[in-house]
């Protein structure tokens, strides 16, 4: 998971209520991307960014908003209008080909 | 819709067996690449194969790759219990580097 953080590891939170992941990286690559992962399933893209100030979405970006103001950070906020939240979120970042995975967090909502 | 989708889904195998998963994907692409996954942690890069090569090693693994079949195929040589994980293939989608992931093999290597 090496140079690539996401805080916390565990989130719980009611439902109705706006809930921001972090997503922090010192390997200096500019692109970045929030996954969302379900039980026995493969990762699907939420959002992505190639650049500072700059995103776009993926294949599942409703109910869900990202940032990117430093080239660092990427976080994403879960909102109420997500239907269905609880998941397992993995950000990543990579210089190209390549992608590079934070260790996730695992969102419970009630 | 899934570009990859990984064959089998579970896989149970003994410690110093091999083990093979394999990847179909639906449309033309210029490299494919192989990840894993241990329970509740994030994924590792394991090998990237391009279109051009038809088999590429890295320590225990292999990877091939046909094009005309849209296939791919990783093989863990000698098997340890630390292999156990979900392996999953990614390839390439839209624009800007994005990867599409298969749903995943869950590798399962009893001591």
């Known amino acids: 998971d090496g140079g690539i953080t996401q805080s916390p590891k565990y989130l719980f939170r009611k439902e109705g209520q706006n809930v921001t992941l972090s997503c922090e990286q010192n390997l200096n690559h500019d692109a970045m991307y929030w996954y969302r992962q379900d039980p026995g399933q493969g990762l699907r893209l939420i959002y992505y960014?190639?650049?500072?100030?700059?995103?776009q979405k993926g294949d599942i970006a409703e109910g869900y908003s990202v940032s990117r103001e430093k080239k660092e950070s990427f976080p994403l906020t879960v909102t109420s209008a997500q239907k269905n939240p609880t998941a397992f979120y993995l950000c990543?970042?990579?210089?190209?080909?390549?992608?590079?995975f934070g260790p996730g967090t695992r969102l419970t909502v009630t | 819709s899934q570009q990859g989708e990984e064959d089998p889904q579970a896989l149970s195998i003994q410690e110093g067996e091999n083990a093979t998963m394999n990847c179909s994907y639906k449309t033309s692409i210029n490299n494919l690449q192989w990840y894993r996954q241990n329970s509740g942690r994030g994924l590792v890069h394991l090998i990237l194969i391009r279109s051009n090569e038809r088999e590429k090693h890295s320590g225990r693994l292999r990877v091939t790759l046909d094009t005309s079949k849209k296939s791919s195929s990783l093989l863990i040589t000698a098997s340890r219990a630390a292999d156990t994980a979900s392996y999953f293939c990614a390839s390439p989608s839209g624009s800007a580097r994005q990867l599409t992931f298969g749903s995943g093999t869950q590798l399962t290597v009893l001591p």
């Open positions: 990543a970042a990579g210089p190209g080909l390549e992608q590079y």
């Open positions: 960014s190639q650049i500072v100030n700059d995103f």
